[in-house]
Nanobody, 121 residues
Framework: VQLQASGGGLVRAGGPLRLSCAAS????????MSWYRRAPGKERELVAA???????NYAVSVRGRFTISRDNAKNTVYLQMNSLKPEDTAVYFC????????????????WGQGTQVTVSS
């Protein structure tokens, strides 16, 4: 199983950006899918998470600006980021709680490789 994140880049403050993260491999089901970020000199923080049923929650700092969604048929999670601020600059990571086809393995956490988002003022 692997997660492939994409969509990062350089954007001006106030602009939008959309991240995608696709899971592939021997997947039976995916529970929660999440986006985290790590800004320079800061700890990694949870940005948003979404259950398989579509229930989402957000960090206070991004609420109202970011929207997390997922396509269960494609095993993909998205993060639509609007009204970006320079303080949103960070490496963004996706995470998925995956049940593999070998059910004996239980629920495992997988991480994407990270994608850089840079917001200029």
């Amino acid at each position: 199983v692997q997660l492939q994140a994409s969509g990062g880049g350089l954007v001006r403050a106030g602009g939008p950006l959309r991240l995608s993260c696709a899971a592939s491999g021997s997947i039976f089901s995916i529970n929660v899918m999440s986006w985290y970020r790590r800004a320079p000199g800061k700890e990694r923080e949870l940005v948003a998470a979404i259950t398989s049923a579509g229930s989402a929650n957000y960090a206070v700092s991004v609420r109202g600006r970011f929207t997390i969604s997922r396509d269960n048929a494609k095993n993909t999670v998205y993060l639509q980021m609007n009204s970006l601020k320079p303080e949103d600059t960070a490496v963004y990571f996706c995470k998925a709680e995956i049940v593999e086809r070998d059910l004996r393995l239980g629920i495992l956490n997988y991480w994407g490789q990270g994608t850089q988002v840079t917001v200029s003022s």
